[in-house]
């Protein structure tokens, strides 16, 4: 078979969009229409003719319409191979007539559950004709066209307007595709909604997930690496893939990446003071708090401005025309920010390869979820690093108990460690980062390289001594010998947090007292890697 003539089409849609020309196109075409329910009806308020499933099956519709289109009246139409002899037999024998087109959206499981319903409404919501129809039309593309999507009307007129009523294979069998694909994500979340919401397994026996195609990226991490952007299916949290790009070129893999990761970081800070987040490769190289967005960007930069440069920056509050002009003073690949004032567009529209992308709200740093790494033979799940620390959980270990002061840059540098890839070290003093080191093998070298980086910015800027004098020091995990610590000490440290937890605590805490240093314990590490 090649090209296949519409004469007869059954549609039944819960998403109504479309319909009105798509039914009136068919019809003045002489195709018979077969519908169902709400579907016929809305058909026949069009003043056309339409003929009830009821009619063709020969049953009412029953058990508050759970059984219309499971008949054999309607599958044997939908699945006879038509040049089969024995199935063209028995058409006839049962006067079974084909069905060539088959329109079909399913009830809207996703919606249903997105606005809260109860479990009774949501069980009715999963739609079992419809998938079944969907199925067997699709298996049997050879004669049949199914169309799933009310995004693909068009395509489908255009068609059908192209070969004088027919479609052809070629068409079909991407609907068929589409069709499965749409069938795989609806069962996929039923069966989402099943194991988490409602059985409320964390890790159930066999897990589907839905991703649906947004674009093709240039290419992944390397020119030779080809990659692509997916959006998960059914409920999930709003991110850069749902920003407004404002300008700019189109993001890349790396963007995307890199930009999350401050995006993630700038978000810890929200509905707080302005913040600012300077990110290269998905570390942060910078980031700083402050009473104006400007007084915060020039903090953040001054910690690694040379890291700076090809960075990403986001912030927590909307950016003004200053901050923006500060921005473009130095080349950023991309901006991320809940908003913009008129002044700041102006400012970034003069960079027209910068992407500046608006999310409108951040996403919150403690919702829960999971996080997925594919390993050869299989994939890693875990719980999402939401976890928080907050004073009253800190314990003091040394014989000196942490200032206040101190206390709120520990909590202000363990903030940004948890976003630092390990083994992560973070000085910060006033609200400002100080020094990073990160992605060490070792934690004293991460301690060494951030106390190197303060102290090339203090000669840069012509500092008296670099940030790290009297800052805090936040270590993701524990200290396992006291060497890190005292690297720390040495660059002028006078606090530290840390979880704890070391076969050689004691010794570290004694080295910490040696040095006049105060300690807390947070109890809970920050693995990134």
């Known amino acids: ?90 058409m006839d024998a049962h006067d079974i007539g084909p069905i060539d087109l088959v329109v079909v959206n399913l009830y809207p499981f996703e919606a249903t559950v997105m606005r809260g319903a109860d479990r009774d409404e949501i069980i009715e919501n999963i739609d079992i004709g419809g998938p079944s129809m969907v199925r067997s039309a699709a298996k049997n593309h050879e004669y049949v066209t199914i169309v799933t999507d009310p995004a693909d009307y068009d395509d489908l007129l255009a068609e059908l307007g192209e070969h004088d009523g027919a479609t052809t294979i070629e068409f079909r069998r991407r609907m068929a595709a589409k069709a499965f694909a749409a069938t795989a994500a609806y069962d996929s979340m039923i069966s989402q909604w099943f194991a988490f ?132 003073q130095i080349f950023t690949e991309v901006v991320v920010a809940p908003g913009a004032d008129r002044a700041a567009r102006a400012a970034f529209a003069k960079k027209k390869n910068l992407r500046l992308l608006l999310t409108g709200d951040l996403p919150d740093p403690g919702r829960p979820g999971q996080t997925l790494a594919i390993i050869a033979g299989g994939i890693l799940v875990q719980d999402r690093d939401n976890g928080a620390i907050a004073e ?30 390990s083994n992560a070290i973070v000085y910060a003093r006033d609200g400002v980062t100080a020094g990073i080191g990160a992605g060490q093998m070792n934690r004293r070298d991460s301690s060494r390289i951030a106390a190197m980086k303060a102290a090339e910015a203090a000669e840069k800027l012509g500092w008296d001594q670099p940030r790290t004098v009297g800052s805090a020091v936040a270590s993701d995990a524990f200290f396992p010998f006291a060497d890190g610590l005292l690297a720390a000490a040495e660059a002028g440290a006078t606090a530290v947090i840390q979880p704890g937890g070391s076969i050689r605590d004691e010794e570290v805490i004694k080295a910490a007292d040696e040095a006049g240093l105060a300690m807390v314990f947070t109890g809970m590490r920050h693995f990134r890697h």
């Open 392 to 421: 009253a959980d800190l314990k003091v270990v040394t014989k000196r108990a942490p200032t206040e002061q101190e206390l709120k840059d520990c909590l202000f540098a363990w903030t940004v460690a948890r976003h630092v890839k």
């Open 197 to 328: 919401a409602d059985q409320r397994q964390k890790f159930p026996p066999s897990v589907s997930m839905t991703r649906v195609l947004a674009g093709p990226l240039r290419y992944g991490e390397n020119p030779h690496q080809e990659a692509a952007l997916y959006l998960p299916g059914g409920p999930h949290t709003q991110g850069l893939p749902q920003a407004e790009q404002v300008q700019g070129k189109e993001l890349s893999y790396n963007n995307y990446n890199d930009a999350n990761a401050a995006l993630e970081l700038a978000a810890e800070f929200r509905g707080q003071k302005p913040a600012v987040v300077i990110v290269k490769h998905a570390n942060p190289c910078g980031v700083a708090q402050a009473d104006t967005l400007l007084d915060a960007w020039q903090g953040a930069l001054a910690c690694d401005d040379v890291s700076a440069f090809g960075g990403i920056v986001a912030t927590n509050v909307p950016l003004d025309g200053p901050t923006a002009e500060a921005i473009c």
């Open 1 to 90: 078979m090649t090209d296949v003539t519409i004469r007869r089409a059954l549609l039944s849609v819960s998403d109504k969009d479309g319909l009105a020309a798509l039914a009136a196109t068919l019809a003045d075409a002489g195709v018979e229409l077969i519908s169902t329910g709400g579907t016929a009806k809305a058909i026949r308020d069009l003043g056309l003719d339409v003929r009830d499933v009821s009619d063709v099956t020969g049953f009412p519709e029953m058990m508050d319409g759970r059984v219309k289109t499971l008949h054999p009246m309607i599958h044997g139409g939908l699945l006879a191979v038509r040049d089969n002899p024995e199935h063209a037999a028995a």
